[in-house]
């Protein structure tokens, strides 16, 4: 496989640059959310050949269970020399709704690091605009642990990732433009992205 990994691909995607950091980010990445789950070896290797034809935007979740098989991906893609450091690559991964709560936003960015083996992501959102009840991982989640989010607390937080550097940049996924504009009202950072 090694022999097979190291022929690259003179393929371009289409890339967008990011007005709040200046990094390029390809308009087509990788999602590596998969139901029914697959076997991480499988993750890992849809990620490496997906690496090998030109793919540099990965998109993970700390519900999607791939977190780990995209980190070891790239430490392989590095070593066997597909790409020449992390820094190659943009990395997404979001914020489940059970820990979307915000004092467990930064608890939960560096469990999804420690997961990736990586000292910064390229991009961190909030999953949902929605919190579930603390240690839920039901999807879709239980109505009875549906819970309305604290947008100021949750975003605040986000913010703080942001500061600390561990992720470049920050956004939102599956909110409304009605929820947008909710957070545009205070955020001292607009989200980067509504993905």
């Known amino acids: 496989m090694e022999n097979d990994l190291k022929a690259t691909s003179n393929y371009s995607i289409p890339e967008y640059t990011l007005r709040s ?3 390029k980010m390809q308009r087509l990445g990788l999602g590596t959310a998969a139901y029914p789950l697959v076997p991480p070896e499988v993750t890992k290797k849809a990620i490496l050949q997906a690496i090998e034809i030109g793919y540099r935007h990965f998109d993970t979740a700390s519900m999607y269970g791939s977190e780990q098989p995209l980190g070891e ?3 392989e893609a590095v070593s066997v020399g597909l790409i020449e450091s992390r820094d190659d690559l943009f990395i997404t ?3 489940w709704c059970s820990d979307a709560h915000g004092e467990l936003v930064l608890p939960a960015i560096r469990r ?3 997961n990736l083996k990586l000292e910064y992501l390229d991009l961190y959102l909030i999953h949902f605009p929605i919190s579930v009840k603390p240690g839920s ?4 989640a239980k109505e009875e642990d549906i819970l309305p ?3 100021n607390a949750v975003w605040a937080a986000m913010e703080e990732c942001q500061r600390l550097g561990l992720t470049k940049s920050i956004g939102i996924s599956n909110f409304s433009c009605k929820k947008l504009a ?3 009202a ?3 950072i607009p989200p980067a992205v509504n993905q």
């Open 21 to 23: 950091t200046g990094k």
């Open 73 to 75: 991906a790239i430490i």
């Open 93 to 95: 991964s979001k914020l």
């Open 112 to 114: 999804s690091l420690q």
């Open 137 to 140: 991982y039901d999807f879709p």
């Open 149 to 151: 989010m604290d947008f």
């Open 182 to 184: 909710h957070i545009l």
């Open 186 to 188: 205070f955020a001292k």
